[in-house]
């Protein structure tokens, strides 16, 4: 019998990206301080982060289930562009990733009892040059206020993307072939 799945995140891009594995699992509603630490490159921040929504989740279960979390961050060198909270900001961030490549990083965290699995995923993403006026009718469209990088590839920010090299859906938050190998030596495989 498979153990039971639990994703520590309620964000609805995750939720629908494990379900495209076929996986059954619950939703837990975790509280971490996501605060980066000082001289924290982005690789360690959403590693870090990871973790500690795992073994959160962990609490919430009971004993021999499985919990998956992770963390995604959006970085131009090793500056992270967070979540956009104003117009004013998002733009800001636009400027910076106009024309550029950036990287977008997952971390994926499986864990049982006193055990866990880590990975970071990196995924390379390449901007076309941005116009303001565009930058303002995206900011006004909605999807980019709770987004890392404050962009949806998934959405009407594909617009802005020319290429991408690594793993989609970890853009999207959640690198699934990296996933279904880490939840693997849980018992939980996505092919039965």
Do not use: C
């Amino acid at each position: 019998m498979k153990p039971s799945l639990y994703l520590a995140s309620t964000s609805p891009r995750r939720r629908e990206l494990l379900q495209q594995l076929g996986l059954e699992f619950s939703v837990l509603k975790i509280d971490v301080d996501e605060t980066r630490q000082a001289g924290e490159t982005p690789e360690h921040y959403v590693q870090r982060l990871a973790q500690e929504k795992a073994r959160a989740g962990l609490v919430q279960v009971p004993a021999g289930s499985v919990v998956i979390a992770a963390d995604t961050t959006v970085a131009l060198g090793d500056a992270e562009l967070g979540k956009p909270a104003s117009e004013a900001e998002a733009m800001a961030m636009w400027t910076q990733l106009s024309g550029r490549e950036h990287r977008v990083l997952t971390g994926v965290a499986v864990a049982r009892g006193d055990e866990i699995a880590v990975q970071v995923v990196t995924t390379a993403v390449h901007f076309r040059d941005i116009a303001e006026h565009e930058m303002r009718a995206y900011w006004a469209s909605g999807e980019p206020a709770d987004k890392a990088g404050g962009y949806a590839i998934q959405g009407r920010g594909a617009v802005f993307v020319t290429g991408i090299s690594g793993s989609y859906s970890n853009v999207v938050g959640l690198p699934l072939a990296e996933t279904a190998a880490l939840l693997a030596p849980f018992g939980i495989p996505v092919w039965n």
